[in-house]
């Protein structure tokens, strides 16, 4: 299960004053302004923002917000409930045996109130999100309608008329998702997730107390020395973290040089050999935490 909840980074909430390595300067190299690189992750609600110290003055101090991608794109409910399909050739009761399609409908009808047979149109993939998110549901009912931290800020510079520019297209990252990986891999983890489902409020808290603490490197480490054997493979770690890092690096300075931009991200672009900061100071930029 931890695949899942450290790959939706890509978190008990208490709101004191958490450690501000969640948001970094950047500045040096030529740069006329500094710009902003924060660590979002989609499972915290909005009002962790008030206890992370200078976030919103950084907000305001940019004229630009860059995402992992631009999340009003309208075209983007059409393109993933397409990609979300499964082919025709084949279904979900012929990926999994038997005894695999009763466990993993017992699971969604206990979690979810949903039947199998119901999905069965969809990709392993999205009915893994699907019970994912249903059990954060189930151990923080309370914050479901207050999750979107990492495209808050695109809504914000919405209403405020700022530009917002994604890092990557919506369908590079739907691919990602849904295409990335064969059917048989995503059966295989959507047991997994029914199977770890007994660990998820252990692992949610836990995942929460890092980000809430501002601790990247760790929940990096957590997420590359998972033991498990539904723990992703190095080739899927690449392709989620290193290989879009490499991408997203060759465009920040294209637009941190044209304006101040507040760059919201998942928590585990950021830290590692491979992550942002690293390849920003490689670069040529400085990188620093912002402090109170």
């Not at 101090?61 to 025709?88: F, H, L, W, Y």
């Not at 249903?134 to 923080?140: A, F, M, W």
Request: include cysteine; aromatic fraction near 8%.
């Amino acid at each position: 299960m931890k695949r899942y909840l450290i790959g939706l980074i890509v978190i008990c909430f208490c709101f004191s004053t958490i450690q501000a390595q969640l948001l970094w300067e950047i500045s040096g190299n030529h740069l006329k302004q500094k710009s902003y690189l924060f660590a979002t992750h989609h499972l915290v609600p909005i009002s962790i923002l008030d206890s992370i110290p200078g976030v919103y003055k950084a907000f305001n101090r940019t004229q630009c917000v860059v995402g992992e991608i631009v999340a009003n794109d309208p075209t983007m409910i059409k393109k993933m409930t397409e990609a979300a399909q499964i082919p025709s050739y084949t279904s979900i009761s012929s990926l999994l045996s038997p005894e695999e399609y009763h466990q993993v409908d017992s699971a969604l009808q206990t979690v979810a109130k949903l039947n199998l047979s119901a999905l069965e149109h969809l990709k392993p993939a999205m009915i893994s999100n699907i019970y994912v998110m249903s059990l954060y549901n189930t151990v923080y009912p309370k914050e479901n309608q207050d999750w979107q931290l990492d495209s808050f800020f695109q809504q914000i510079a919405e209403k405020k008329q700022i530009p917002i520019v994604g890092l990557e297209s919506i369908d590079k990252q739907i691919d990602l998702l849904f295409n990335s990986q064969s059917l048989e891999r995503q059966s295989f983890l959507l047991v997994g997730a029914i199977e770890s489902a007994n660990d998820i409020e252990t692992e949610i808290k836990t995942v929460n107390n890092l980000y809430k603490k501002g601790d990247l490197n760790e929940l990096l480490s957590l997420y590359q020395n998972d033991t498990t054997k539904y723990a992703p493979t190095q080739q899927e770690q690449f392709e989620l973290l290193d290989n879009r890092n490499q991408e997203w690096v060759k465009t920040i300075p294209q637009l941190i040089h044209q304006k101040s931009c507040f760059i919201a991200v998942g928590a585990l672009h950021l830290p590692g050999e491979n992550g942002l900061i690293e390849l920003l100071k490689k670069a040529g930029y400085k990188v620093k935490p912002v402090k109170k």
